[in-house]
């Protein structure tokens, strides 16, 4: 049986030195390998808190994008809006003025008293054609019954020849038109029940509504927006 030897005390301090050294490696190690754990742990965070506040800076900024995208479309819309409504009352003024200049116009063509007495010859006429009666009744300015008699005669007359009916028009002098009248006539049948008003007023009134489309569309072009004509 082998006798165990007892260490030096040398041979103590070099195991103990050996000891340290394995401890302090395997320290080293794990602190190694800890840090390696905590850098990769810290990297994943730091990279999870990164897409974090990127998806909210991006959420933020679509927001925003959204935001101002809405207000320069309402914007764009408002002036739009502003500027249509604004061409549209320069174009009404425009047709206002057109048709006040053509008012105007009428008190100036009603001097040329040849053309003014034919125009109300037919006017005359066209109520007697509606009219189809006997006995008709003319309204006009006093101040044009010289005229409207002259162009009563001729309208009696030209019916008579197309229609070959007799027809007995009188002016009705307890009813004449306003003297600030345009002028023109008002056609009124026997028994007074029934009227054509062709006074240059209403026919101008007539025009403003039968041919305002077709002003439009020669003063200002066809309206692309518009989908319907008369």
């Known amino acids: 049986m082998s006798q165990a030897h007892a260490l030096s005390d040398d041979q103590v301090a070099g195991e103990l030195k050996k000891m340290t050294a394995f401890i302090r490696q395997e320290a080293l190690e794990k602190a190694k390998e800890i840090q390696i754990k905590a850098d990769e742990e810290f990297a994943i965070e730091k990279s999870k808190l990164v897409r974090q506040e990127t998806a909210a800076i991006d959420s933020q900024y679509e927001k925003k994008f959204k935001q101002a995208a809405m207000s320069q479309q309402i914007t764009r819309s408002t002036v739009a809006n502003k500027t249509r409504l604004r061409v549209l009352s320069e174009k009404q003024a425009l047709l206002d003025y057109l048709f006040d200049e053509a008012g105007k116009r009428l008190l100036e063509f009603t001097k040329d008293r040849e053309k003014y007495q ?113």
């Open 118 to 230: 034919e125009t109300l010859k037919n006017l005359v006429l066209q109520g007697l054609y509606a009219m189809n009666e006997e006995h008709i009744w003319v309204r006009a300015r006093r101040a044009d019954y010289d005229l409207v008699r002259r162009a009563i005669e001729a309208a009696i007359n030209e019916y008579r020849a197309k229609l070959g009916k007799v027809v007995k028009v009188e002016i009705d002098e307890q009813g004449p038109l306003p003297e600030g009248s345009a002028g023109g006539v008002l056609i009124v049948g026997g028994s007074g029940k029934i009227d054509i008003n062709n006074t240059f007023e209403e026919r101008l009134k007539l025009l403003e509504t039968d041919a305002l489309p077709a002003i439009r569309t020669a003063l200002f072009g066809h309206n692309v927006n518009r989908k319907f004509y008369d």
